[in-house]
């Protein structure tokens, strides 16, 4: 909207007494007897044939002098010239030593016997205004037709501004020098490489023909904008800014983009992908070209969010086009630009403006008065042909689909089309299409053959197989077959072995992930506890420091040697492939956690004892990782179950999200795809129908993951006898079983009843062993032995076990005896 937009100023105003300017004519027009034709200002655009071309953007002080040294600059350079006088008149460029840094200029003379003319070269001498770039800067010293000995150097601006003068004023902050207020400050800076004198040889590069290609313009433009009052009309392209600043490591931003202008028609591109340009069509009205401005400037992104109140836009860079409209169009335009679809596809666009009006026209349509479905169908048929033989598959998809809407029972516009779609990898369609085919005319060997390569495109090799060999059957003289059978075990084998490499070197990356991030953990931990320990015991603090790096080293090779012992542990692609797939044990967030690479004799940590939580929930619950055939993270408490599933990049919402569940088992995958992304049975039964089962999409995640959550069977959580049991084993009845304690039992989902009935034991329980402690502090040692040995008898005995310890009733019966 134009109130996005500051009004440009009037550019031809009426004074008083005089008439209104005319417009510039182009570039090679004949001028008006009595006018003088000026210069035209550097950076302001030039005319090829009808064509105004801009390619620098011009600088609000686009030329000066100090010292002799004249200067010429655009936003992006500044360009040199200094006439050598003196003894330096007749000097060559090999006499010459020119460095440059990034914020300094050094000419100095380097010949013997040309010493003496370096007070000459003074002027050229100093530290420049702003930062340069030297890679895209050179020089030259030539002799020109007047006999003037002109010393020439461009240099390239860091940033796109304008100078106020060449040669810094005041303080450089470059030349302060380092004064260390602490021995931590004692050290100088380490300059960098731009930032120190490099000599610099003489030469101008040479242009080459075409300009490189730099970056698309899907990468760089983030958003449009435009706005208009009478007389001009603003359109602004915002960029992205790290995709921005990566083009402009290689170019400068003032030569990464061009426009092209012409008094109807409009192109902005990116130099070097000219074919594909951002904006290409046609003005709403007439314009003048060569009174076209352009800038780069900041602005605040267009957002489709509100803003909050008080809250500051965000303000990227954007290339500004200001058009001034002709006298006969000064109205409001209904839009400014009417773009040209099929010029804006990639490649598409003419090279030369001028003859964009020629692609705009089409060509006229024959007249189908009259015309029948058969008609139609030849048409639209030889279109999709023509459009096969170029490989234009799209196109031709499109010309079979219109055909076949004429003559929807023709089994051949059926075969065609699924022909494009698998060479467009559509293979689902390209399967509907072969059956439907095969449906219309069941003897035709070909539909069989669309049927088999749909199939093998989805990796259905059995089917496709079947396919090929129903095709055979039908026409057994045809060799082709063969190669068929060939190819799709071919195919086949290929995709196991790169989905076995696939998974193993998936599997070493996790594993290499894994280990750094528990040496980090393990040194941290054990350089603190060390350290705290040593000063505890009265050590100094470089003791303790020598004394906590060494138990850093301890601790990395602790761990380093239960990775190894956890790999040997792990089944291999080339071993075992139906054997149940390794876990990972981690936080939440998929980091390791500290239980990861616990091992004993019994595997993976093994407590034996489980942790009860009943105020609150355990505070560094583990996850276990598992491949089901996808990535899942799962946890769980008492009474319920926790899951986080990672989703390909192709999801976008849930509605592209298939979750069914059972008692028994579950199956997660996306809508229209028979592959699963995780599927497997329960190890226990859950409730589908909970009253906390739930599942959604977090936001803001790449790659998307979806969460889960489900209550676990209420005639296991009811009938339990020890709440430490409810804890599973693993969660699928294929996994490699948990060690035992690994999760800690959190009491807080269950029931509210039942917790208030578990806190009510335990309280019980408490109460009796602190009663039983009281008593027992009234005991003597012998008597407390006694009893200790009568309890152990009773559990021996109950248990069927012929261990007794000896009591004093025991002794007093032997000694009757």
């Given at each position: 909207p134009s109130c996005l937009l500051p009004a440009p100023p009037a550019l031809l105003v009426a004074s008083p007494g005089r008439e209104m300017l005319a417009p510039i004519a182009p570039a090679g027009a004949a001028v008006a007897a009595g006018a003088s034709a000026a210069p035209a200002a550097l950076g302001s655009g030039f005319w090829d044939g009808q064509v105004f071309k801009l390619r620098d953007f011009a600088s609000t002080l686009p030329k000066g002098s100090t010292k002799n040294v004249d200067y010429v600059q655009t936003m992006g350079k500044v360009q040199l010239r200094y006439v050598l006088g003196g003894e330096a008149a007749d000097a060559v460029a090999q006499d010459l030593c020119v460095e440059i840094s990034c914020w300094e200029l050094k000419v100095r003379a380097v010949s013997a016997g040309r010493t003496g003319f370096d007070g000459c070269l003074a002027a050229l001498n100093g530290d420049l205004h702003t930062?340069?770039?030297?890679?895209?800067?050179?020089?030259?010293?030539?002799?020109?037709?007047?006999?003037?000995n002109v010393f020439t150097m461009e240099l390239a601006k860091r940033e796109h501004k304008t100078w106020n003068a060449l040669w810094k004023v005041g303080m450089n902050q470059q030349r302060k020098s380092h004064f260390g207020w602490n021995p931590q400050q004692k050290k100088a800076p380490i300059k960098r490489a731009e930032e120190m004198l490099v000599r610099v040889r003489a030469g101008k590069p040479q242009k080459p023909d075409k300009d490189p290609f730099i970056i698309n313009r899907e990468a760089v433009c983030a958003g449009l904008e435009d706005g208009q009052d009478e007389t001009t009309a603003v359109i602004r392209v915002h960029f992205d800014r790290p995709a921005l600043e990566k083009a402009c490591e290689s170019v400068c931003l003032a030569d990464l983009f061009g426009v092209d202008i012409m008094e109807r028609y409009l192109k902005v591109f990116i130099r070097g992908d000219e074919r594909s340009p951002i904006l290409m069509g046609e003005l709403a009205g007439a314009c003048m070209p060569d009174l076209t401005r352009w800038e780069v400037v900041k602005a605040e992104a267009p957002d489709d969010q509100p803003q909050e109140p008080g809250k500051v836009g965000h303000f990227v860079s954007c290339l500004q086009i200001t058009i001034a409209k002709a006298w006969e169009s000064r109205k409001h335009w209904p839009r400014?630009?009417?773009?040209?679809?099929?010029?804006?596809?990639?490649?598409?666009?003419?090279?030369?403006?001028?003859?964009?009006?020629?692609?705009?026209?089409?060509?006229?349509?024959?007249?189908?008065?009259?015309?029948?479905?058969?008609e139609h169908t030849k048409e639209s048929k030889a279109k999709a042909d023509a459009c096969f033989k170029k490989s234009d598959w799209r196109d031709a998809a499109v010309y079979y689909t219109r055909a076949i809407g004429y003559t929807p029972e023709d089994?051949?516009?059926?075969?065609?089309?699924?022909?494009?779609?698998?060479?467009?990898?559509?293979?689902?369609?390209?399967?509907?299409?072969?059956?439907?085919?095969?449906?219309?005319?069941?003897?035709?060997?070909?539909?069989?053959?669309?049927?088999?390569?749909?199939?093998?495109?989805?990796?259905?090799?059995?089917?496709?197989?079947?396919?090929?060999?129903?095709?055979?059957?039908?026409?057994?003289?045809?060799?082709?077959?063969?190669?068929?059978?060939?190819?799709?075990?071919?195919?086949?084998?290929?995709?196991?072995?790169?989905?076995?490499?696939?998974?193993?070197?998936?599997?070493?990356?996790?594993?290499?992930?894994?280990?750094?991030?528990?040496?980090?953990?393990?040194?941290?931990?054990?350089?603190?506890?060390?350290?705290?320990?040593?000063?505890?015991?009265?050590?100094?603090?470089?003791?303790?420091?020598?004394?906590?790096?060494?138990?850093?080293?301890?601790?990395?090779?602790?761990?380093?040697?239960?990775?190894?012992?956890?790999?040997?542990?792990?089944?291999?692609?080339?071993?075992?492939?139906?054997?149940?797939?390794?876990?990972?044990?981690?936080?939440?967030?998929?980091?390791v956690h500290p239980k990861g690479f616990c091992h004993t004799d019994k595997g993976t940590y093994y407590m034996g004892m489980v942790v009860m939580n009943a105020e609150k929930p355990p505070t560094n619950q583990p996850w276990v990782e598992v491949?089901?055939?996808?990535?899942?993270?799962?946890?769980?408490?008492?009474?319920?179950?926790?899951?986080?599933?990672?989703?390909?990049?192709?999801?976008?919402?849930?509605?592209?999200?298939?979750?069914?569940?059972?008692?028994?088992?579950?199956?997660?995958?996306?809508?229209?795809?028979?592959?699963?992304?995780?599927?497997?049975?329960?190890?226990?039964?859950?409730e589908p129908e909970g009253e906390n089962f739930a599942w959604y999409l977090i936001p803001d995640e790449k790659p998307p993951v979806l969460e889960l959550t489900v209550d676990k069977a209420a005639a296991e959580v009811y009938t339990t006898f020890s709440y430490g049991t409810l804890l599973w084993p693993r969660l699928f009845n294929d996994d490699v079983v948990l060690g035992e304690g690994l999760f800690?039992?959190?009491?807080?989902?269950?029931?509210?009843?039942?917790?208030?009935?578990?806190?009510?034991?335990?309280?019980?329980?408490?109460?009796?062993?602190?009663?039983?402690?009281?008593?027992?502090?009234?005991?003597?040692?012998?008597?407390?032995?006694?009893?200790?040995?009568?309890?152990?008898?009773?559990?021996?005995?109950?248990?069927?076990?012929?261990?007794?310890?000896?009591?004093?009733?025991?002794?007093?019966?032997?000694?009757?005896?």
């Open positions: 930062d340069v770039r030297r890679e895209l800067s050179w020089w030259t010293l030539e002799k020109e037709a007047n006999g003037d400014i630009l009417l773009e040209n679809e099929s010029a804006l596809e990639r490649e598409a666009a003419p090279d030369n403006l001028a003859e964009l009006p020629a692609k705009t026209i089409r060509p006229a349509s024959p007249d189908r008065t009259g015309w029948g479905p058969a089994e051949k516009l059926y075969s065609n089309r699924a022909a494009c779609y698998i060479k467009l990898k559509k293979f689902e369609k390209a399967l509907t299409d072969a059956r439907k085919c095969t449906a219309l005319k069941s003897g035709w060997p070909k539909a069989y053959f669309r049927q088999g390569q749909a199939l093998r495109g989805l990796q259905r090799w059995e089917d496709a197989m079947v396919a090929f060999k129903d095709g055979q059957f039908r026409d057994p003289a045809n060799a082709d077959w063969e190669k068929e059978f060939e190819k799709t075990e071919d195919e086949r084998d290929k995709f196991d072995t790169a989905l076995k490499e696939q998974r193993r070197l998936r599997r070493e990356a996790d594993m290499t992930t894994e280990l750094n991030e528990a040496t980090v953990v393990a040194e941290r931990e054990a350089l603190v506890a060390v350290a705290e320990h040593a000063l505890k015991l009265g050590k100094s603090r470089q003791e303790a420091g020598e004394l906590a790096a060494k138990g850093a080293e301890l601790a990395k090779q602790r761990v380093h040697e239960m990775a190894a012992k956890k790999k040997s542990m792990m089944v291999e692609d080339d071993n075992e492939t139906n054997e149940p797939a390794p876990y990972r044990i981690v936080q939440e967030d998929g980091t491949r089901h055939p996808g990535r899942l993270r799962w946890t769980q408490g008492c009474a319920q179950l926790r899951l986080k599933v990672t989703l390909p990049e192709s999801v976008k919402s849930a509605a592209d999200v298939d979750v069914k569940i059972t008692t028994n088992s579950i199956r997660i995958g996306t809508v229209g795809d028979a592959d699963p992304i995780v599927e497997g049975e329960f190890e226990r039964k859950v800690e039992a959190d009491l807080t989902d269950l029931p509210p009843h039942l917790l208030e009935k578990w806190r009510r034991e335990q309280a019980r329980s408490n109460q009796k062993s602190l009663d039983d402690r009281e008593r027992r502090k009234r005991l003597t040692e012998e008597e407390v032995m006694e009893e200790t040995s009568r309890n152990w008898n009773d559990e021996f005995a109950r248990n069927g076990m012929p261990t007794r310890f000896d009591t004093n009733e025991d002794r007093r019966i032997e000694n009757v005896r």
